[in-house]
């Protein structure tokens, strides 16, 4: 293929593609055969070089080359303001309610130093022997395991929803691929502190319940220890 | 070399070229093709493209010899953007040495 007959077939090519400013695309080939002539190379050794045209005008393709941003990431733009407001509000309430195992966390420590001690000033706090208290001492202090591990599950939610809207925010406005945010596998000392607190929990619930019904002689031990009077 | 593995590439390449200095398609093709294999006219609807994403304007400068050259010259969008491209890139080569690796050791 000679010079000529490339840059015609080119030319042509170019136009049936629409693409009006040919003589820019044009431009850079006349350079480079002018160049390789230079060099001493035959117009058809040169041509050969420049690869299939084919593939060349392909490369060319409107559809090969992605648009100038169009009107439409205007609207795209507002959609996702919009979406980030109310995500904002949902992520606020969300991070507000971490304060919920905190509060368990904290109470179920509390008490349980209150009863274990047998501490007995706050009035409000039913009064009860001693070794009851200690009982359910201990099992306030399970309750605390269980709301300590509550705080870890519910940040990790937290923080695996807070990646996962970022990444989302990030390849719409990018136009790049979704990216799979997986929940990283949970720590198993956590796995196990829920567990066996809970167990705790329920077995020094029930236990604790035994000793005072029979300690007291009742099964509703609170009447007999004036609880709500 | 892969084809694929140079598509992914040029563009990242003719963009850390153009970051140094204003350049013309045909020295850029040059400058490239020394290095790795392409066919010479892959480099112009790369260039083509960048200028249609904004990422490079051209303009044309008096030889002293022949016609008119065309240059190019890198805008700030496509600074931001090679900045960026560089660290995916610089992202993407690490995670595959890291995964190569661990299936070296198995």
């Given amino acids: 293929m000679t010079k000529k007959t490339f840059i015609e077939t080119l030319k042509v090519g170019l136009a049936k593609m629409n693409i009006s400013d040919f003589d820019d695309i044009i431009r850079d080939y006349e350079t480079h055969f002018a160049n390789e002539l230079a060099k001493g190379k035959s117009e058809e050794e040169i041509a050969s070089e420049i690869g299939d045209i084919n593939q060349i005008l392909a490369d060319f393709a409107p559809e ?12 795209l733009f507002t959609g996702l303001v919009i979406s980030d407001f109310f995500v904002f509000l949902f992520f606020v309430i969300a991070y ?8 368990l966390f904290a109470s179920g420590c509390a008490l349980g130093i209150y009863y274990s001690f047998g501490i007995n000033i706050i009035s409000v706090f039913p009064i009860m022997p001693y070794w009851i208290g200690l009982l359910f001492g201990l099992d306030f202090f399970f309750l605390g395991l269980i709301g300590l591990s509550s705080i870890y599950y519910y940040a990790r939610f937290l923080s695996w929803m807070t990646r996962k809207y970022r990444f989302w925010h990030q390849s719409v406005l990018k136009k790049t691929e979704k990216q799979f945010i997986g929940l990283e596998k949970s720590s198993r000392i956590m796995n196990k502190i829920i567990v066996y607190s809970s167990f705790g929990f329920l077995i020094f619930a029930v236990f604790g319940y035994i000793i005072a019904a029979i300690s007291a002689g ?3 031990f609170w009447h007999v220890w004036d609880w709500f009077v | 070399m892969n084809i694929q593995f140079k598509k992914g590439v040029l563009d990242l390449l003719v963009l850390c070229m153009l970051n140094t200095e204003d350049r013309y398609g045909y020295d850029i093709s040059e400058t490239i093709s020394r290095s790795i294999s392409i066919s010479a006219g ?3 609807p790369i260039l083509r493209k960048l200028k249609e994403e904004g990422f490079v304007t051209t303009y044309l400068s008096e030889d ?3 016609p008119a050259r065309k240059y190019y010259r890198i805008t700030n969008k496509g600074k931001n953007e090679l900045v960026q491209t560089k660290q995916e890139w610089k992202d993407f080569v690490t995670i595959v040495a890291v995964i190569m690796e661990e299936n070296e050791n198995d």
Avoid: C, D, F, H
């Fill in chain 1, 64 to 75: 090969a080359i992605p648009q100038k941003e169009s009107s439409g990431r205007g609207a």
């Fill in chain 1, 96 to 103: 507000i309610l971490i304060l919920v195992p905190i509060a």
């Fill in chain 1, 218 to 220: 009742s099964l509703e």
């Fill in chain 2, 42 to 44: 892959t480099i112009y």
């Fill in chain 2, 64 to 66: 002293s010899n022949g």
